[in-house]
């Protein structure tokens, strides 16, 4: 046993001194750059002009290693040939100013990328014509427990041609800024196995893109098994794209989107959710949490076509959006915001779907096909009122319950419950059943704030204020009520006559009133007390009525 040993680690001694022997040497030193081609490595070429490096490679049979370290401020990495590879980045700061990407490998094959332990490595492009400061044509498998940081000044930070896979063993990859997606991939052939995005492991962080943050395009695949994932994307833009399928089966992500029209997750044929942990923000009019787009075509042969599923299997996802509608100034046609917008079916048979809605239009769930919940989780919650979380550090728990005239409210779907200290909403209640909801009230103070309630309804569009049954004082992980006996707010019904819910019966509802018969459609309307005859109708009748009582008729 012993004696295998010592001849299992003499021989990886050897293979790793074999490998160190024949590893290509490319140094970059400000201006300037020098390559070392060891004697045993056949079939390679290199010419450096200043700091531009193009190696070209013939072999068809031995996968060299090419090690790449060192700075410069204008220089570029171009290796071309026809077989796979091996790129070592072993603390590389390399800047193409003059236009190209910083480093190109040009060989239609795998190429396997190791960010070397221990290593902080930089790329980045200038303007160009190039696709990617870091490009692929090819497919790349990322590894190493270094770091690399890429910043796209023409077009995408990260980009291959075909497939791109990050291994378990990957450290950190850090998108600084792109002019179109973070990180692009896609061979542009119809059924193609190797047009996708797969994680693994590692570290991602992508921020400052103008596009998308990681699209797999050409009819490709996106998929998420592991590791930590952070997008921040802007107005227009995806933080997940995948033209076929995105699926999640573990992990931990973290999705941004801020601006009209965005999306976090956008597949055209289907979204899969089986696992992990996946936190998703998303502010801006028309925008979407999750998006299962139904692609139609009439090419027989795309495996795309027909699509628009929505799975959860398992995992916890937590989906928060704020907005409102946006209109298509050409077409006339209104997007919604929404947290999930489902074109065909939905299914759900495991895990957790917890789903707010911010804002008077902002709805939780659209589901155009059948809606199947045989297992998990799905929690909805509209609230008229926006509070980001991030935004606070501290937090309180309110266990609550809700009394209209002295009764119990049985019915909290078209309601709303805030808490408010002064006229900002810090929080707002999840009734998970009809006995008490739980309101998580936040704060940047430690002091003590006395905190108000509101109760919004959406059928009328009017807000109500609510009295506890105790003064509620805002206190840093303190908690209020008890599950078994919940803080009571208490509101009454408003007199026949006060359409606009501001408890004072005035010139005000006159007006409202009349706006509502002549089809203006006012902001806030209680429909219910506007017929104060009783005959059905709302129409002048009940004007006079009103303006009676305010005279004390």
């Not at 590692?202 to 893109?209: F, S």
Request: hydrophobic residues 40%.
């Amino acid at each position: 046993m012993r004696h295998t040993i010592i001849t299992a680690v003499v021989a990886l001694m050897a293979f790793i001194t074999a490998q160190a022997q024949t590893a290509i040497e490319i140094v970059y030193s400000g201006a300037s750059a020098s390559v070392s081609i060891p004697a045993g490595v056949a079939g390679v070429t290199a010419a450096v002009n200043g700091a531009n490096v193009t190696i070209l490679s013939t072999t068809t049979t031995n996968e060299y290693v090419y090690r790449v370290r060192g700075q410069s401020p204008d220089g570029s990495l171009l290796i071309s040939g026809s077989y796979k590879l091996q790129l070592q980045l072993a603390g590389l700061d390399l800047t193409n100013a003059h236009g190209g990407a910083a480093i190109d490998v040009e060989c239609g094959k795998r190429i396997a990328v190791e960010l070397m332990a221990g290593t902080q490595n930089s790329l980045a492009d200038a303007a160009g014509t190039q696709k990617g400061a870091f490009y692929f044509k090819g497919h790349a498998e990322f590894e190493g427990s270094g770091t690399l940081s890429v910043t796209g000044r023409a077009k995408h930070a990260i980009c291959a041609k075909e497939y791109i896979e990050l291994k378990s063993s990957t450290g950190t990859i850090n998108v600084l800024g792109a002019v179109s997606d973070g990180i692009h991939c896609g061979k542009g052939k119809v059924n193609d196995d190797n047009n996708y995005f797969l994680m693994k492991g590692g570290v991602v962080n992508i921020m400052n893109v103008a596009g998308d943050g990681i699209d797999s395009d050409d009819y490709g695949v996106l998929t998420i098994e592991g590791g930590a994932l952070s997008v921040n994307v802007g107005a227009g833009a995806t933080a997940l794209k995948a033209d076929s399928t995105v699926t999640i089966r573990g992990g931990l992500i973290n999705l941004s989107v801020e601006g009209d029209d965005s999306e976090a997750i956008r597949a055209r044929y289907a979204v899969s959710i089986a696992g992990g942990t996946t936190t998703i923000a998303v502010k801006g009019d028309g925008s979407k949490g999750i998006k299962a787009k139904r692609y139609e075509t009439t090419d027989a042969t795309a495996t795309v076509r027909n699509g628009g599923f929505l799975t959860i299997g398992g995992g916890t996802t937590t989906i928060d959006v704020q907005g409102g509608n946006l209109t298509n100034p050409d077409t006339g046609d209104t997007d919604k915001c929404m947290a999930a917008s489902v074109d065909a079916d939905m299914q759900m048979t495991d895990g957790t779907l917890s789903l707010t809605a911010m804002g008077p239009e902002a709805r939780t769930l659209n589901v155009k096909g059948t809606q199947t919940l045989s297992g998990g989780q799905l929690e909805e919650m509209r609230s008229p009122w926006a509070v980001d979380t991030r935004d606070y550090r501290y937090d309180m728990t309110a266990y609550v319950d809700v009394s209209l005239d002295g009764m119990p409210l049985a019915d909290y779907s078209r309601v709303a419950v805030g808490a408010f200290v002064g006229n900002r909403c810090v929080g707002f209640a999840r009734f998970s059943t009809a006995d008490y909801g739980t309101l998580r009230i936040r704060s940047n103070e430690s002091t003590a704030q006395t905190v108000g309630f509101c109760l919004y309804d959406y059928e009328t569009g009017i807000t109500h204020a609510l009295t506890p049954s105790q003064e509620v004082v805002f206190t840093p992980d303190g908690c209020v009520g008890q599950p078994g006996d919940p803080l009571r707010l208490a509101y009454t019904t408003p007199q026949n006559g006060d359409v606009n819910g501001d408890r004072l019966l005035n010139v005000t509802d006159v007006t409202t009133l009349i706006n509502y018969i002549l089809g203006k459609q006012p902001a806030a309307f209680d429909v219910r007390l506007a017929d104060l005859n009783g005959d059905g109708l709302i129409n002048v009748t009940d004007v006079t009525q009103v303006i009676n009582a305010i005279l004390g008729k």
